[in-house]
């Protein structure tokens, strides 16, 4: 595409401050020898993350939408951090740290189900039947493209779906049965090497902190020191094109700074990736006294930009399949913010498993299918040794309380905790941790919506045909093989994007097939059988 172009040449203009953006800011310094002072971050908000966005103090409690686990096969998004200096540890890399952190806090999780009488489930089982293994087996043998839009509930009984195989699944990756049979497939094969340990999360990487500190700030700060430009405040309307029908070459990124509208100038020789869709577009926040209200009438300007591009051409997806159907793609996350240790005492002794050892204790006979996680502490850089703070979700916001008897999304902070407490049996002690804690609701209209069912021509290429010096960024970009939902996805279409636009010698690393590794189906099938 660009091979001939001296890179000092080359100005980059990124759409979006989420981790494809950042990622791909580090492939065009580090691989295509951009200078940092030529890449240009639009970003609408004032702060960049995007849904790895965490933030707060002690004081007015912290707030996190959500946390990403990794592993071993994350192979870019661990390429992008061995690139990143400690922020902590001079001589060693944003890698290193979590690495160092994992190898410290191993995860072994003692009580991943538990149910509606406080008993720790015994999840050696996976619960699944003979007929119910072969269905596995048959849809991780059939051809995705036989798939078509179907959802998961199309080709398992009801019967599966309250086996602990699938509460340890959609816990952890939150699927619900209404999603894509083609997603729950890939997801399937990407995990293959995890069935075993589904019940313990043995192997999963953690980060020591939070994902915006540990992942998005080292980042941040490297690409700031590089002299790479944000533009926060920036919201982008528009992408012009030239009039080819032949090549796709944007000539102009139009957006608003305040009030005011501005055009900045493309280069032939330059690129343009615009991270299509969002996942966290529109969430709303509660407090401990107040519901999170989601506001039907507030413009969705990711989506809006994506839609507007995609009018363009016949190749740039169809975001409406993915936007217009928040009732399936929605869940309501919560931050607790607690002075003193109670809570984590608490639960370590019901658990069996200190901060950060453990995982999502999810409460299988909860109404709104409640999971609650306590991370290492501090999860946060700025946080006092006297706080706690933990994360939880319900995956069915809508439905009625078994304690608190109002839908998820009506209660408040103190009203979802209240039901939380309520089915961890902490019933005496529920007056005083309400006392130290400050419970934050989130609600997500679009969390899970990457999930949908959907057509294989609904997610657009990362670099769509014929294009010259564009690409998508994303969790809405179609990459074979590889799971939305994760940073590796993400990263791994920056990489692909800036490779291929550069015209670089250069190729990401192939996604990790467990499938042809005879010892690992091996394992996968004898923990089903289990």
């Not at 083609?182 to 990407?190: H, K, N, Q, T, W």
């Not at 950060?356 to 306590?374: F, R």
């Not at 209660?411 to 979802?416: F, K, M, Y």
């Not at 014929?466 to 998508?472: D, E, I, K, P, V």
Request: proline share 6%; hydrophobic share 45%; charged share 20%.
């Amino acid at each position: 595409m660009l091979r001939n172009t001296p890179p000092a040449a080359v100005h980059a203009y990124l759409v979006g401050g989420g981790i494809a953006s950042f990622a791909a800011a580090v492939f065009l310094i580090r691989d295509g020898q951009v200078p940092g002072r030529n890449i240009h971050i639009f970003e609408e908000a004032a702060l960049v993350g995007g849904s790895l966005d965490a933030a707060g103090r002690a004081e007015q409690g912290y707030v996190l939408r959500g946390g990403r686990m990794m592993n071993f096969s994350y192979f870019c998004t661990y390429d992008v951090l061995a690139t990143i200096p400690s922020l902590e540890h001079p001589g060693q890399s944003a890698y290193d740290d979590i690495m160092a952190f994992d190898q410290h806090m191993q995860t072994a999780a003692l009580a991943r189900l538990v149910n509606r009488a406080g008993d720790v489930l015994d999840v050696t089982n996976l619960g699944v039947n003979a007929i119910e293994q072969q269905r596995v087996v048959e849809l991780l043998a059939l051809p995705e493209a036989q798939l078509g839009t179907r959802r998961i509930d199309s080709w398992f009984e009801a019967g599966f779906f309250q086996t602990n195989f699938w509460l340890l699944w959609a816990s952890m990756f939150s699927f619900q049965r209404w999603h894509s049979l083609v997603e729950f497939r890939r997801y399937l094969l990407r995990h293959l090497q995890d069935f075993p340990q589904l019940g313990t999360l043995d192997g999963f990487d953690r980060t020591p902190y939070n994902q915006f500190d540990s992942v998005v700030l080292p980042i941040m700060t490297w690409l700031r020191a590089q002299g790479v430009d944000f533009r926060l405040g920036c919201q982008v309307t528009d992408l012009d094109f030239a009039p080819d029908a032949t090549t796709k070459t944007v000539t102009a990124v139009r957006y608003l700074h305040g009030q005011h509208a501005h055009s900045q100038p493309v280069q032939p020789h330059d690129v343009v990736l615009m991270t299509n869709g969002s996942i966290a577009a529109n969430s709303a926040m509660g407090s401990m006294t107040a519901a999170p209200v989601l506001n039907p009438e507030k413009p969705d300007r990711a989506w809006a930009l994506w839609k507007t591009v995609a009018a363009k051409y016949p190749d740039f997806g169809h975001p409406a399949v993915f936007d217009s159907r928040p009732a399936e793609a929605t869940w309501e996350s919560f931050t607790i913010t607690s002075k003193g240790t109670a809570f984590f005492e608490l639960m370590a002794k019901f658990s069996g498993s200190k901060a950060g050892t453990g995982a999502l204790v999810t409460l299988t006979e909860s109404s709104w299918l409640l999971s609650v996680g306590l991370p290492h502490q501090p999860h946060f850089l700025n946080q006092p040794a006297d706080v706690t703070v933990c994360w939880g979700n319900g995956l069915f916001p809508d439905r009625v309380g078994d304690f608190v008897p109002k839908k998820m999304s009506d209660c408040t902070g103190a009203e979802i905790l209240t039901e939380l407490l309520h089915h961890l049996r902490f019933e005496a002690e529920l007056p005083a941790l309400l006392a130290a804690a400050n419970c934050i609701p989130c609600l997500m209209p679009f969390v899970t919506s990457q999930f949908l069912t959907r057509a294989p021509t609904d997610r657009p290429a990362v670099v769509p045909p014929g294009s010259t010096n564009f690409a998508f960024l994303g969790q809405f970009t179609e990459i074979p093989d590889d799971v939305v939902f994760t940073i590796e996805y993400s990263v791994r279409s920056a990489q692909m994007a800036v490779y291929e636009l550069l015209g670089l010698d250069k190729s990401p690393p192939p996604v990790y097939r467990g499938q042809d590794d005879a010892k690992v189906m091996e394992k996968a099938l004898a923990a089903m059988r289990r």
